[in-house]
T-cell receptor, first 114, second 114 residues
Framework: GAVVSQHPSWVICKSGTSVKIECRSL??????MFWYRQFPKQSLMLMAT?????????EQGVEKDKFLINHASLTLSTLTVTSAHPEDSSFYIC??????????FGPGTRLTVL | AQTVTQSQPEMSVQEAETVTLSCTYD???????LFWYKQPPSRQMILVIR??????QNATENRFSVNFQKAAKSFSLKISDSQLGDAAMYFC???????????FGKGTKLSVKP
């Protein structure tokens, strides 16, 4: 299957700071990127969907001003958590979808906000 | 809205034995796909098997097979000849159409006893 990378794999930050997570499709063009959040011992919940060159569509209850998503190219999408707080601590996973509508998941990013 | 239900939070199987994980879903759509994903401790999501709703034949991938009961909206996963490496969280997922995000069940934690 195709490869999706995420960086960083683990980040610790202080409350009030911003954190950027990168998601890259390494060997295919991801026309659509999905961002999921997974709290400990819970399932994956969709946060937002982004199509290359368009504004992201956010799920109900997800603050678009807090979770900024940029999908400026077919191989890169970024999620910026602005003014992070301890309740934002979670595991963030991206997945890319390309020409064959298959979804490929990144390895995830663990965010810990102190 | 579509929902996915996994009623077994935890399951256990003896090595080399067979285990079945249950999943039910609710949708009014006719075009959809169903998936089983495995999430090992590394938390990388791994596609186990997929089923297109329009296909009557149950999908099979080596030791993994599904029992797709469309009328009952049931989609169970059977793992034959269980191996220690099968131990993981298993998520059932639904996707409307050939594109779009995945909707996950809460997951089943599978333990494999040697």
């Amino acid at each position: 299957g195709a490869v999706v990378s995420q960086h960083p794999s683990w980040v610790i930050c202080k409350s009030g700071t911003s954190v950027k997570i990168e998601c890259r499709s390494l060997d295919f063009q991801a026309t659509t990127m999905f961002w999921y959040r997974q709290f400990p011992k819970q399932s994956l919940m969709l946060m937002a969907t982004s199509n290359e060159g368009s504004k992201a569509t956010y799920e109900q209850g997800v603050e678009k001003d807090k979770f900024l998503i940029n999908h400026a190219s077919l191989t890169l999408s970024t999620l910026t958590v602005t003014s992070a707080h301890p309740e934002d601590s979670s595991f963030y996973i991206c997945s890319g979808s390309g020409a064959y509508n298959e979804q490929f998941f990144g390895p995830g990013t663990r965010l810990t906000v102190l | 809205a579509q929902t996915v239900t996994q009623s077994q939070p935890e399951m256990s199987v003896q090595e080399a034995e067979t285990v079945t994980l249950s999943c039910t879903y609710d949708t009014s759509e006719s075009d959809y796909y169903l998936f089983w994903y495995k999430q090992p401790p590394s938390r990388q999501m791994i596609l186990v098997i997929r089923q297109e709703a329009y296909k009557q034949q149950n999908a099979t991938e080596n030791r993994f097979s599904v029992n797709f009961q469309k009328a009952a909206k049931s989609f169970s996963l059977k793992i034959s000849d269980s191996q220690l490496g099968d131990a993981a969280m298993y998520f059932c997922a639904y996707r409307r159409g050939s594109q779009g995000n995945l909707i996950f069940g809460k997951g089943t934690k599978l333990s494999v006893k040697p």
